[in-house]
């Protein structure tokens, strides 16, 4: 049935379950073929970025499955500030999950932290033809020292090993420690960038107002990746918030001609 919702659960590697929505096409392209769409830092399946493209995604005749990384939203596990290759593990399963099913999964897209997994996947498995990549970063270094709390809270972090991240209220969100750091900034987009077979096609979609992640960002990726596409929305922020329309009809436009 076109339209038709339904939840999923699978394991990865660790035994973990994953929480996932699939949205079928119905009869058409859809009813074999299954985009896989990964959410951002602290995120969700849910996240209104995510869930507006599944439905345009869906409209278009493809069906799609996005799902929570563990330690995210409704899947098993803690969650860890870093975890870019254990996330592409988690994106494995799912991708592995669904082809035993029958499915083919020839695009895969990654919003923020979810462009980078989706970028880490394709420079280590060789699998997926088409990869979409929405407000990833290219530098991980960057950004750390704001989210930290500045000086401050690094020199905090050495000395005890890890950091709280609070709200404005004061609650705890998430903890850094050192191992989850050294994660973050060990993980080498560049490095990933440069491994992507040119077999492999390589969206690259950011918003020219983008408050988290500037959109220089995503002009590196062109440079670094060989098969490489780049959309810039002008005045689309993070989030696409008033740009979702736009957002979806690249991601169609390119995978139309994929």
């Known amino acids: 049935m076109a339209g038709s919702y339904r939840r999923v659960t699978l394991p990865n590697k660790q035994g973990l379950?994953?929480?996932?929505?699939?949205?079928?096409?119905?009869?058409?392209?859809?009813?074999?073929?299954?985009c896989i769409l990964c959410h951002g830092f602290r995120s969700s399946k849910?996240?209104?970025?995510?869930?507006?493209?599944?439905?345009?995604?869906?409209?278009?005749?493809?069906s799609t499955f996005r799902f929570d990384f563990q330690g995210n939203g409704e899947s098993q596990g803690e969650f860890a500030y870093g975890n870019y290759w254990r996330e592409v593990e988690d994106l494995r399963a799912v991708i592995e999950y669904w082809k035993a099913q029958g499915r083919r999964v020839e695009t895969i897209i990654g919003h923020s932290k979810g462009g980078n997994c989706v970028l880490l996947y394709a420079s280590?498995?060789?699998?997926v033809p088409n990869i979409v990549n929405i407000s990833g970063r290219f530098s991980?270094?960057?950004?750390?020292?704001?989210?930290?709390?500045?000086?401050?809270?690094?020199?905090?972090?050495?000395?005890?090993?890890f950091l709280d991240i609070k709200d404005g209220a004061g609650n705890v969100e998430y903890r850094v420690t050192k191992e989850s750091l050294e994660d973050r900034l060990s993980?080498?987009?560049?490095?990933?960038?440069?491994?992507?077979?040119?077999?492999?096609?390589v969206l690259t979609i950011h918003g020219a107002k983008?408050?988290?992640?500037?959109?220089?960002?995503?002009?590196?990726?062109?440079?670094?990746i060989?098969?490489?596409?780049?959309?810039?929305?002008?005045?689309?922020?993070?989030?696409?918030?008033?740009?979702q329309r736009d957002l979806a009809q690249c991601v169609l436009d390119f995978v139309k001609d994929g």
């Open 17 to 34: 379950e994953l929480a996932g929505i699939l949205e079928e096409a119905g009869k058409c392209k859809g009813e074999e073929e299954v």
């Open 46 to 62: 849910d996240s209104s970025t995510l869930s507006s493209l599944s439905k345009a995604l869906v409209e278009a005749g493809m």
């Open 226 to 243: 060989s098969t490489h596409s780049l959309s810039i929305l002008d005045n689309a922020n993070h989030n696409y918030r008033s740009h």
């Open 187 to 201: 993980t080498d987009m560049n490095a990933a960038c440069l491994a992507i077979p040119k077999k492999c096609h």
């Open 210 to 224: 983008d408050e988290v992640v500037p959109v220089e960002d995503a002009y590196k990726f062109s440079q670094k």
């Open 140 to 161: 991980l270094d960057a950004g750390v020292m704001t989210r930290l709390g500045g000086q401050e809270g690094l020199q905090k972090l050495e000395k005890d090993g």
């Open 124 to 127: 280590k498995y060789h699998d």
